[in-house]
């Protein structure tokens, strides 16, 4: 699976949009770029994936550069219960061994 | 569905102790996973599992083992605990197969302390 670099901490103001940005520049055809969120202490929670097209759902957008090699992350009123560490997966849905590779993601802060 | 479920959620034990950390899930999924996490760090993944009696080594396997005798079931066994154990587990499952929308749901994680 590719590897994704991520920022380590950003801060975003309630209410404001949080765009939080990937680069996957190794990402090879059949890799579809997952995000998952982990607040505090708690299991990582998934958000939302894509492999070409842009993609939203009820909790976030996710915008896929032309090239796929970076992406991001758009939540568009963050509020402080989006203060979370986010992570940025690459991996294949092929075969049946296909496993999420963690890094250290970037940790949101939200702020009134 | 109750989902991904972790017993205990906090464990202390003594050097050499060995303990099984439980985990279990009701929506019937064919793959699972345990991953460690240790301060400041991402998950790492320990032991996977693709069905019931199907296991497989992930990133960091050493001083764990795991077993899958029922789709439901997927325990992890720390047969001799050591200090570097000191972690936080989280226990994952999600559907296998071709389909897209194969989302990974985790547990809310077990504490382990070893001293």
């Known amino acids: 699976d590719a590897k994704t670099t991520q920022p380590t901490s950003m801060d975003c103001a309630e209410g404001r949009a949080a765009n939080l940005p990937c680069n996957h520049s190794t990402i090879s055809g059949n890799e579809y770029v997952y995000w998952y969120r982990q607040i505090h202490s708690q299991g990582p929670q998934y958000i939302i994936h894509g492999l070409k097209n842009n993609e939203t759902n009820e909790m976030a957008s996710l915008i896929i550069t032309e090239d796929r090699k970076s992406s991001t992350l758009i939540l568009p009123h963050a509020t402080l219960r989006d203060t979370a560490v986010y992570y940025c997966i690459v991996r294949s849905n092929t075969g049946t061994a296909s496993k999420l590779t963690f890094g250290t993601g970037t940790r949101l802060q939200v702020t009134l | 569905n109750a989902g991904v479920t972790q017993t205990p959620k906090f464990q202390v034990l003594k050097t050499g102790q060995s303990m099984t950390l439980q985990c279990a899930q009701d929506?019937?999924?064919?793959?699972m996973s345990w991953y460690r996490q240790d301060p400041g760090m991402g998950l790492r993944l320990i032991h996977y599992?693709?069905?019931?009696?199907?296991?497989d080594q992930g990133e960091v396997p050493n001083g764990y083992n795991v077993s899958r005798s029922t789709t439901e079931d997927f325990p992890l066994r720390l047969l001799s605990a050591a200090p570097s154990q000191t972690s936080v587990y989280f226990c994952?499952?999600?559907?296998?197969?071709?389909?897209?929308?194969?989302?990974?749901?985790f547990g809310p994680g077990t504490r382990l302390l070893v001293l």
């Open positions: 994952a499952s999600r559907a296998e197969g071709r389909a897209v929308k194969e989302t990974q749901y």
């Open positions: 599992s693709v069905g019931a009696g199907i296991t």
């Open positions: 929506m019937n999924h064919e793959y």
